[in-house]
Structures are given as structure tokens and as C-alpha cells.
């Protein structure tokens, strides 16, 4: 069966630092991966999505920037981490298009 | 833009009541629709999907949702609640087309009394 991992479950950085989440699936080929940002009554946000190795979409100007080095690895990253980018966030795959996607555990980051 | 609506931030139910949560969004071509549900201290989960068909969908754990293209929503239920259906419930909504944007709506915090 699928399984998707996500790390570090909780941070906490202080602002300027970077930034590395990391989220990867196993038990399947070619998964389309997203990465989402969960704010408290405002749902989930789409931040980047990817369909294959190097394909990165981003939905949001932002400080953030995500990259697919592996088929099964997608990575969250930023240069200088802004308050503003403290939040929960979670990374998700899918088999296709229109297809359901599948949610990772998340991580809670904590800007200082 | 594409939206999705839920229109209860908040629901209390006590154990064995009906439950209905409202979802409608704007998107006027074909549409995947999605509940997801977050218990407390766990991920996201799948509860139902409509994809095509029989526009009443069974889900997991007794849910169900009826899809109304007409009114654009897509709401969903269950006859009797109980106490562990203490969660979150998400309404999500891919368009049509080739894209993979999954817009979700804000959340309905449900909380079941025993």
C-alpha cells in the first residue's frame, strides 16, 4: 500500500533562517505531490503542486519554493523564513489527475 | 475564481442526531468532489469522493453526500451521529480540465456530545 511521510512533524525557527520540509511516498510511480498550507478557518491553501521530476507549479506568490529531486520527493524550502510563514503544513500525492489526494501528517512550523 | 463554500463554521450535535453539513462552490463544468474529514490529532482523510454516476455517494463510516448539479452543492450526511465523529469536515472541488488544483472549503468543526 501507499504511504506518504512528511518530516519534521513540528519547528521552530527563528526569522532570516532557512528552510527544509521534506515529504516522500512510497508504494507507488509517477505520484502528483502538492504542498499545502493550513490556516486556522481558512481551509487549505495550494502552494505548489508537481506532476513529474523537476515540474514545480506554483498557486501563491510567496517567500517559499518547493523543488522534486526524486520521482517519490518533494521538498519545501526557503531562503529566509518571514513571521508570515508560520503555519501548518502539509504535503499530499495523488495518482492522476482529478484523483483524490492523500495527506501526510504535517508539519507545524513556528517562526520566532 | 473557483470557491468553495461551507456554511457551518461550527456545529454541535448531541450522539444520534442527523447531521447535514453544507457545501456549494462555483466552478459551472464537470467536477471531482471530495468530504475529507481531520480527527482530532490525526491527517487528513478521505471520507467520500464523486467523481461521476449515481449522484448519492456512500462513504466511509455511515456517510453519505448527495451531489445537485443544479444548486451546485454537495452536502453531507449521516442519519445518526456518535461521538467519534468529533472532527473537522472539508468540502474539496477539482475542475475539470487538466489541472490538479484541489480547492477545499474553510471547514466545519463538528463536535458530537456524548
Known amino acids: 500500500s501507499q504511504t506518504i511521510h512528511q518530516w519534521p512533524a513540528t519547528l521552530v525557527q527563528p526569522v532570516g533562517s532557512p528552510l527544509s520540509l521534506e515529504c516522500t511516498v512510497e508504494g507507488t510511480s509517477n505520484p502528483n505531490l502538492y504542498w499545502y498550507r493550513q490556516a486556522a478557518g481558512r481551509g487549505l491553501q495550494l502552494l505548489f503542486y508537481s506532476v513529474g521530476i523537476g515540474q514545480i507549479s506554483s498557486e501563491v506568490p510567496q517567500n517559499l519554493s518547493a523543488s522534486r529531486p526524486q520521482d517519490r520527493q518533494f521538498i519545501l524550502s526557503s531562503k529566509k523564513l518571514l513571521l508570515s510563514d508560520s503555519g501548518f503544513y502539509l504535503c499530499?500525492?495523488?495518482?492522476?489527475?482529478?484523483?483524490?489526494?492523500?495527506f501526510g501528517d504535517g508539519t507545524r512550523l513556528s517562526i520566532l | 475564481a473557483q470557491s468553495v463554500s461551507q456554511h457551518n463554521h461550527h456545529v454541535i450535535l448531541s450522539e444520534a442526531a442527523s447531521l447535514e453539513l453544507g457545501c456549494n462552490y462555483s466552478y459551472g463544468g464537470t467536477v471531482n468532489l471530495f468530504w475529507y474529514v481531520q480527527y482530532p490529532g490525526q491527517h487528513l482523510q478521505l471520507l467520500l469522493k464523486?467523481?461521476?454516476?449515481?449522484?448519492l455517494v456512500k462513504g466511509i463510516k455511515g456517510f453519505e453526500a448527495e451531489f445537485i448539479k443544479s444548486k451546485f452543492s454537495f452536502n453531507l450526511r449521516k442519519p445518526s451521529v456518535q461521538w467519534s465523529d468529533t472532527a473537522e469536515y472539508f468540502c474539496?472541488?477539482?475542475?475539470?480540465?487538466?489541472?490538479?488544483?484541489?480547492?477545499f472549503g474553510t471547514g466545519t468543526l463538528l463536535a458530537v456530545q456524548p
Open positions: 499530499a500525492w495523488s495518482a492522476g489527475l482529478g484523483q483524490p489526494q492523500h
Open positions: 464523486y467523481f461521476s454516476g449515481d449522484p
Open positions: 474539496a472541488v477539482i475542475s475539470g480540465g487538466a489541472t490538479n488544483k484541489l480547492i
